[in-house]
């Protein structure tokens, strides 16, 4: 086995390993592994098409584990204070129901 399948298989287990993950946040912090893994393996084995898949996935992975670390540090700032639901509120997005056009 060579160096850049040793880094293939070690991706592909990453990979395998998010299925396993019970949080967000280390679902996200061993994607963010897997897509620095599949970088390389897509570098070293010149597999364009999996290289730019990560290219485009690793800053995704980071956006969403940054705005859940977040979203954990107000839910745990709120349950310390008044527990007042307000700190969600700009997570929320309004809902406008519209009659169904039979009624």
């Known amino acids: 086995m060579t160096l850049v399948e040793a880094v293939g298989y070690l991706a ?7 299925f ?9 912090a061993v994607a963010i592994c897997s897509n620095f893994a599949f970088i ?5 084995a010149g597999l364009y ?3 730019i898949l990560h290219i485009v ?5 980071v956006v969403f584990l940054v705005r859940m670390t977040i979203l954990l540090r107000k839910a745990k700032l709120a349950a310390a204070t008044d527990l007042s639901p307000l700190w969600m509120q700009p997570e929320l997005a309004p809902v406008v129901w519209t009659a169904p056009r039979w009624i």
């Open 57 to 61: 996935l690793l800053p995704l992975n």
């Open 12 to 18: 592909s287990a990453l990979v395998l390993l998010t």
């Open 40 to 44: 390389s393996y897509g570098l070293a």
């Open 49 to 51: 098409p999996v290289l």
């Open 20 to 28: 396993c993950m019970s949080t967000m946040l280390s679902l996200r």
